[in-house]
């Protein structure tokens, strides 16, 4: 997508090590907290791993000229989700709304007037996130733009391992051998968005760009692709990145 930057990057063997040296050198007290909540260990398996989806609705795709505009999060395991520990906010963005954003997220001029700042709502959002796995559908939005906003508002950025179900569609349907010689056919890529990756596992299709029903949309997709394609068994580090 248009905008999007490399970020630094953790490899998958040293997450463990990158969340206790931040939880040491960490200023900002409740950053301190959340670096310094125990993570999953690597080797344990998916089925005794707590997470939570996470979704975000964004003025647009570059984190350097957008801002975020709401945050949905949906704590869940294998097994259950249980809705009534959903979170969702609206905050308002740091530069304004445009036209085209709005046809896209449906959040207006008038919902963000009273709506607080993420920095008021960062405490609250970083404690649901803390000691689970995060489960996002393209860690290429979430990721950069929520290090971001933190940075600009605490001095020191947030990263942590992420599950990313887009990336696990990708592994199927764009980096095996029959989806290169499709390619050499000239055939066009298989989805791997999120409704259409739905689809492949029998699930409904929701209503999309809204970041609570996105986050859950996410949630149930990981579990049906877990089911699928990985077992319970399957190791945490088989899977995050």
């Known amino acids: 997508m248009h905008g999007i930057r490399p970020r630094q990057k953790v490899t998958?063997?040293?997450?463990?090590?990158?969340?206790?040296?931040?939880?040491?050198?960490?200023?900002?007290?409740?950053?301190?907290?959340?670096?310094?909540?125990?993570?999953?260990?690597?080797?344990?398996?998916?089925?005794e791993v707590p997470m939570v989806a996470l979704d975000m609705e964004t003025t647009g795709l570059d984190e350097r000229r957008h801002a975020i505009v709401s945050i949905g999060v949906v704590p869940f395991t294998l097994g259950r989700i249980p809705m009534a520990q959903r979170r969702y906010w609206v905050v308002k963005p740091s530069r304004p709304l445009d036209e085209t954003s709005i046809a896209y997220h449906h959040i207006t001029h008038s919902e963000i007037a009273d709506a607080p700042d993420l920095d008021d709502v960062l405490d609250e959002l970083l404690t649901v996130l803390a000691g689970r796995i995060v489960v996002v559908h393209f860690r290429n939005i979430e990721r950069p733009f929520l290090d971001a906003a933190v940075k600009a508002r605490r001095g020191e950025g947030v990263l942590f391992p992420m599950i990313d179900t887009m990336s696990l569609e990708a592994r199927l349907h764009r980096q095996t051998l029959w989806a290169r010689f499709r390619r050499w056919l000239g055939r066009p890529p298989v989805s791997i968005r999120l409704n259409a990756s739905r689809e492949r596992y029998g699930l409904p299709a929701y209503q999309g760009h809204h970041a609570l029903v996105d986050a859950l949309a996410t949630a149930e997709l990981l579990q049906a692709q877990i089911a699928n394609r990985y077992t319970p068994g399957t190791p945490l580090k088989a899977l995050w990145c």
């Open 12 to 47: 998958q063997a040293d997450w463990q090590g990158y969340m206790a040296a931040r939880a040491e050198r960490a200023q900002d007290e409740m950053l301190k907290r959340f670096f310094d909540t125990p993570m999953p260990d690597p080797d344990t398996p998916l089925s």
